[in-house]
């Protein structure tokens, strides 16, 4: 598989991330972000929701392994982390449900075994700027990578794509919150998945057609609304692992993500903490 389009690549942001607490296995998504510093400081962090790694007493996700240049499908290394929730750092503010995982020390390992393991990141290079956000369309269409029900390619270990639209203007924080909503099919173990705008070779811009690319970075799938038969519309966490099918209650494909800027700001707040930045 080439690796060259922005769609191609980001078929490689993400890890398959799986949870132990008991005899309770759940399976959820995560993605490498790379963030810059101070003057030439750079980190890479894995990023999924609270909700995904809260209680976990043991977690593992996988790198696939690479040539030196290339990723090689159906090969794999585990990473397994015992204590797997005191890893994380949750967002400060309670109701910003995301975390992340410094991923140097586990890089560091990789190195010591010798592994070459191949994968890309998220950066600010494609976070949408102010202008960039209130020059985008009020509804958008949107990509979201990750593993709903679980389900990836268990030959080649590669996650499922998936689309959807914009619900609420993306340039607009929903209910005073850094978030919006899309409209899409989202599931159990999609938890943690980024969202972007791709768009290869053309696209759509306000009534007319722009001949170019475009990759930008929109957020992460927290929550999803839910019905009640009989009952007042309500929010959850999306569930790490397949449920139970209720006929009282619905999914509506409706869920929140959490801006992209969110993300950096908890990496931010990580680092502030760890004295790396005033």
Request: hydrophobic share 40%; with cysteine; proline share 5%.
């Amino acid at each position: 598989m080439k690796v060259e389009t922005p769609a191609e690549q980001l078929y490689f942001v993400t890890l398959r991330i799986e949870t132990e607490a008991g005899n309770d296995r759940r399976v959820a998504t995560g993605f490498i972000v790379r963030h810059t510093w101070g003057e030439d400081r750079v980190g890479l962090f894995l990023v999924t929701n609270k909700h995904v790694v809260n209680g976990a007493q043991r977690g593992r996700f996988s790198f696939l392994k690479s040539d030196g240049t290339a990723p090689l499908l159906g090969q794999k290394y585990d990473i397994e982390i015992d204590d797997f929730q005191n890893h994380w750092f949750g967002n400060p503010d309670p109701e910003i449900d995301i975390a992340v995982l410094p991923l140097g020390p586990v890089l560091i390992e990789t190195q010591s075994r010798q592994w070459q393991i191949y994968f890309k990141t998220v950066s600010k290079e494609i976070l949408p700027s102010k202008a960039q956000l209130e020059d985008l369309d009020a509804i958008e269409e949107v990509v979201f990578i990750g593993y709903p029900i679980g389900i990836w390619d268990t030959k080649n270990f590669l996650p499922i794509a998936r689309r959807g639209t914009t619900a609420t203007p993306i340039s607009v924080d929903y209910a005073n919150r850094p978030i919006f909503l899309v409209d899409a099919s989202v599931f159990p173990g999609s938890s943690g998945s980024p969202v972007f705008v791709c768009n290869v070779g053309s696209y759509s811009h306000r009534g007319g057609l722009v001949v170019g690319s475009r990759l930008l970075f929109l957020g992460i799938v927290s929550s999803v609304f839910f019905h009640e038969e009989n009952g007042p519309l309500t929010l959850a966490n999306i569930p790490t692992a397949s449920i139970s099918t209720v006929k009282t209650r619905q999914m509506i494909d409706l869920a929140v993500v959490f801006k992209s800027s969110a993300v950096f700001e908890t990496i931010e707040a990580l680092l502030r903490q760890a004295g790396e930045l005033k």
